[in-house]
């Protein structure tokens, strides 16, 4: 349902476009080739350089730096498949990786035979080491998924991304409701004072007055209509399906999934916040810079943090510069229109 609610741009596959899928079988075999090709090489570099006494791990370096060309046959191969560069370059990383490992746990260990003088090991291919041959035991030609390559941080980093931008949406939506209620309301009426008559000198065999009664006109709080809210979630919708988004449970969707999701969810609420209202910074200066609020300074405009002590002038940090709406334009509600449809719903003939 998500990947319909947000016309699945960044989840489905255009025509074209490469599919995960099984290898062919000549481009098994170049690719096994090309692991034997660099093993070899692997091979021939250890024992030409295991009697050296340098630093096992500045060894490993040159050894993959002078192997590094025996794998461009694979991915050759990989590209002639269409295959993503990010799939074949994590592929091919692995084979760089076991090789490293491998050469640096020989490597001591030849320096420590050599100590004890006793023979060098040989450099082979291990249990974790991918098989030279494009064919196992059985006869049946090997398949690689290379789908089956996990992503170690990629997808972490985009689930973060995804619930920060998530979670700022719903802040800014909160915000501008309040904004919009702020405004719409009308100023409070002022309250009037009469003075009160100084008293007049008694008057022998006159009536004292009765003194005048002080009015006091009575504070009505109104509350706020929600049609101005009502109208930000239509555009939200409209735009971005922002409702959609927040509705949907992504319990069972990959983080990457989210992360795509989220930016449209993020440029479609960005368009709207941008046609409906003009923004502008509370205060004008460059973040992390020092000022000084004077005596009687919008307190509605400014919150103090941190150690507030004594009276004003206070001299701080300025760590948030705020936000203000200097104009709004809301469009028009024709008459008879039921407001409160956000999205209508859909049936297709």
């Known amino acids: 349902m998500l990947l319909v609610a947000l016309g699945a741009p960044a989840f489905l596959h255009a025509e074209g476009e490469w599919q995960p899928s099984t290898l062919s079988e000549a481009t098994l075999a170049k690719v096994h080739e090309a692991a034997k090709a660099y093993q070899d090489c692997l091979n021939e570099a250890f024992r030409a350089h295991v009697g050296e006494d340098v630093d096992s791990r500045l060894q490993t370096d040159r050894i993959l730096h002078a192997c590094e060309n025996r794998l461009t046959p694979m991915k050759a191969a990989f590209d002639a498949e ?9 592929y091919m990383r692995s084979y760089r ?6 050469l640096v746990r020989l490597l001591m260990s030849a320096q420590a035979a050599r100590a004890a003088a006793e023979p060098a090991p040989e450099l082979s291919a291990t249990a974790d080491t991918p098989s030279p041959h494009p064919y196992p035991s059985e006869g049946k030609p090997m398949e690689i998924d290379l789908n089956l390559i996990p992503a170690k941080l990629d997808a972490v980093h985009a689930g973060l991304a995804a619930i920060v931008v998530v979670l700022l949406l719903v802040q800014i939506i909160l915000l501008s409701v309040v904004v919009i209620a702020l405004l719409r309301r009308k100023p409070e009426p002022a309250v009037t004072f009469y003075p009160t008559p100084a008293p007049a000198a008694p ?3 006159a009536v004292k007055a009765p003194e005048p009664v002080v009015k006091k006109e009575t504070v009505v709080l109104k509350e706020t209509t929600p049609d101005a ?21 992504i319990a ?13 969810v993020h440029e479609g609420c960005r368009k709207v916040i941008g046609q409906v ?19 009687g300074f919008d307190a509605a405009s400014v919150r103090l943090a941190g150690n ?5 002038p206070f ?35």
Do not use: C, M
Not at 82 to 90: A, G, L, T, W, Y
Not at 252 to 264: K, L, P, T
């Open 315 to 349: 001299t701080g940090t300025l760590v948030h510069r705020g936000w203000k709406v200097e104009n709004i334009r809301l469009p028009k509600v024709a008459e008879g229109h039921d407001i409160r449809i956000l999205a209508q719903a859909e049936v297709e003939l």
């Open 203 to 205: 008057t022998p065999g």
């Open 229 to 249: 809210a009502l109208q930000l979630l239509a555009l939200l919708q409209k735009e971005a399906r922002f409702i959609d988004f927040v509705q949907e449970n």
């Open 82 to 90: 269409q295959v993503p560069d990010s799939i074949s370059e994590r």
């Open 97 to 102: 990786t076991r090789g490293a490992r491998d």
């Open 252 to 264: 069972h969707y990959s983080d990457a999934e989210i992360g795509a999701a989220a930016r449209v």
């Open 277 to 295: 209202f003009d923004l502008a910074p509370v205060r004008n200066e460059t973040e992390g810079s020092r000022l000084t609020l004077p005596k």
């Open 308 to 312: 507030v002590v004594g009276e004003p």
